[in-house]
T-cell receptor, first 111, second 112 residues
Framework: EAGVTQSPRYAVLQEGQAVSFWCDPI?????LYWYQQPRDQGPQLLVY????????NSQLPSDRFSAVRPKGTNSTLKIQSAKQGDTATYLC?????????FGPGTRLTVL | GEKVEQHESTLSVREGDSAVINCTYT??????FPWYKQEAGKSLHFVID?????DRKQSQRLTVLLDKKAKRFSLHITATQPEDSAIYFC???????????FGTGTRLQVLP
């Protein structure tokens, strides 16, 4: 069974540029998470979905970040105008019964 | 909201010794406590979990203990091996939600 896949694996931007991250969860997993993991810190939840519905996006900076999961499968996380403070690894995870399976992450550097 | 604190930021043990990583949580309604391992340059990988209906769970060399009264849980690794070297994250979530809150991580180094 394929795991969680993410793309791109790396991204380097100038401040003010936009970027999108894509996640393909494990087939059949109804819950999908996006986390931000700054260097040397634990993952911090940005948003999570059950099927296509947003369940919690309270930690998502709504002025610049957006996330969608239109068909309850793949998901896209977008940063409209990146800031240096957004430099981190962005992790996608999926689950069905509680245990989360993580993708390899996208390492974002904002110069 | 829930907060999870990991008390040891780094831990060094000799190969073959035991290692213990401790975490505390704040929300008494938390009922699911997973542990994840992150090796250098890699993503998180599930290692073991415990639910609040038990106070101990073992899987091979790993044991998780849960003290609900103290809101404390711990990961015990016996007979440590070099491949156990990694960052370990504890986490907690409430029973009525899939939202998991992670600790800040403990870097375990197993020395030869």
């Amino acid at each position: 069974e394929a795991g969680v896949t993410q793309s791109p694996r790396y991204a380097v931007l100038q401040e003010g540029q936009a970027v999108s991250f894509w996640c393909d969860p494990i087939s059949g997993h109804d819950t999908l998470y996006w986390y931000q993991q700054p260097r040397d810190q634990g993952p911090q939840l940005l948003v999570y979905f059950r099927d296509e519905a947003v369940i919690d996006n309270s930690q998502l900076p709504s002025d610049r970040f957006s996330a969608v999961r239109p068909k309850g499968t793949n998901s896209t996380l977008k940063i409209q105008s990146a800031k240096q403070g957004d430099t981190a690894t962005y992790l996608c995870a999926s689950s069905l019964t509680g245990q989360e399976f993580f993708g390899p992450g996208t390492r974002l550097t904002v110069l | 909201g829930e907060k999870v604190e990991q008390h040891e930021s780094t831990l060094s043990v000799r190969e073959g010794d035991s290692a213990v990583i401790n975490c505390t949580y704040t929300d008494t309604a938390s009922s699911y406590f997973p542990w994840y391992k992150q090796e250098a340059g890699k993503s998180l990988h599930f290692v073991i979990d415990i639910r609040s209906n038990v106070d101990r769970k073992q899987s091979q060399r790993l044991t998780v203990l849960l003290d609900k009264k103290a809101k404390r849980f711990s990961l015990h690794i016996t007979a440590t091996q070099p491949e156990d070297s990694a960052i370990y994250f504890c986490a907690a979530s409430l029973s009525n939600t899939n939202k998991v809150v992670f600790g800040t991580g403990t870097r375990l180094q197993v020395l030869p």
